[in-house]
């Protein structure tokens, strides 16, 4: 009787440490130290929100360099980090579809924020079927108003810490500021018959709006959107009324379309070259440059301007 009772002892011992365990593996293996644990989406939050919050927060990023938020599916891992978190921030306007489930389902717990959703719809972009444009970072003035919410759902989690927050912001926004300006001191530079932005997809539409550029993109607003040989035709027909330079390709997106588009030009008699890889739905590597929001919007400024000005310097 002792013997089997040590046994039934030992057994739920051992089942008890396996499912300790088996609850550790879903917890984040992030360190917080005490700070506010905040996992993103797209690293255009995530980097900013670093900033933000300073050393009071840990931000995660689920979806790195050259990753389609359009297309992305949480993993296990991606629920275990969206769990353990403190707050969620993604950017919304269905540019993550295919997580909105888990996300409404997390968001019963604890903070879960569309942070683009504030945006008044009046200042949102649209395609032809009503289709509301999600990449809003394009636009300064328009992230503005995201991250703002970021800040204030970070201020209502941690409160303590909400004027240096707002402060953080500020000097932050300060930045964006003079990055708008020298955007569009760059950018008016180009002649107005070279102002047509041939991208893989229908990414730029708020960069052409602010630039006053007109912007063509060969997929609709979701990469999930097919391309057809009439959407190729058209956009060699545009290159060639306009004598386009340059077209570009995109890092999250696959390149064979835009080639296309440059090898049915040249058919025609028209040398068109790719003018480079631009940054759309992800930024560059953590560490480098372009994997700043600044810094990635600084390099698309400048491949732009190198590309369709060229003829004009």
Known sequence: ??????????????????????CAETKSDVDKNGKVHIVTTIAQIAEPMSIIGGEHVVVESLMGPGVDPHLYKATQGDIAKLQS???????????????????????????VNGIS?????????????????????????????????????????????????????EKYFAELDALLAESKDKLTQIPDEKRVLVTAHDAFGYFGRAYDMTVVGLQGLSTEDEIGISDIDDTISILMDYKIPAVFVESSINQNSIKAVIQGAEKKGLSVKLGGELYSDAMGDAGTEEGTYIGMYKHNVKTIFDSLSEEAK
């Open 85 to 111: 978190s403190d707050i969620v921030l993604y950017s919304g306007l269905n540019l993550e579809g295919n997580m909105i489930e888990a996300f409404e389902k997390i968001g019963t717990k604890k903070p």
């Open 1 to 22: 009787m002792k013997k089997r009772f040590t046994q039934l002892f030992l057994y739920t011992l051992l089942s008890s440490l396996l499912l300790l365990g088996a």
């Open 117 to 169: 959703e504030s945006i008044p719809k009046e200042q949102l972009l649209q395609d032809e079927d009503g289709a509301i444009d999600p990449h809003v970072w394009f636009d300064i003035d328009l992230w503005k108003i995201s991250l703002d919410t970021a800040t204030e759902e970070l201020k209502k989690f941690a409160p303590d810490h909400a004027e240096e927050f707002d402060a953080n912001k």
